[in-house]
């Protein structure tokens, strides 16, 4: 199994940026998709992005298209979340997923699919 550590969270300006890092240890880090979830105060946990195994794919949700970029380096075991034009909306805690049984992104937004979940990082963007 993979275990999953998040980093990289703290309180931005509406407008600014911030980079998450999801570390990785424990078993083969390319064999898995890893998506990050985000998860804010009295709502459900919502999808974020998703990457495929050798990076070359990815997908995001509607409302971070184009402001956030997933990326990985898998000789360094990270999978990052550049996160641009931050918005009070944004405000949430992070977490970042593994499943190395989907063969596609298709299903990567369903939080189900995923069996291993880092402890997240909070993203507070004041107004």
């Known amino acids: 199994q993979v275990q999953l550590v998040e980093s990289g969270g703290g309180l931005v300006q509406a407008g600014g940026s911030l980079r998450l890092s999801c570390a990785a240890s424990?078993?083969?880090?390319?064999?898995?998709?890893i998506a990050w979830f985000r998860q804010a105060p009295g709502k459900e946990r919502e999808f974020a992005a998703a990457?495929?195994?050798?990076?070359?794919?990815?997908t995001y949700t509607f409302s971070v298209k184009g402001r956030f970029t997933i990326s990985r380096d898998n000789a360094k075991n990270t999978v990052y979340l550049q996160m641009n034009s931050l918005k009070p909306e944004d405000t949430a805690v992070y977490y970042c997923?593994?499943?190395?049984?989907?063969?596609?992104?298709?299903?990567?937004?369903?939080?189900?699919?995923?069996?291993?979940w880092g402890q997240g990082t909070q993203v507070t963007v004041s107004s």
């Open positions: 997923a593994g499943d190395r049984t989907m063969a596609t992104l298709t299903r990567s937004p369903d939080a189900d699919k995923y069996d291993y």
């Open positions: 424990g078993h083969t880090f390319s064999n898995y998709i």
């Open positions: 990457i495929s195994r050798d990076g070359s794919s990815t």
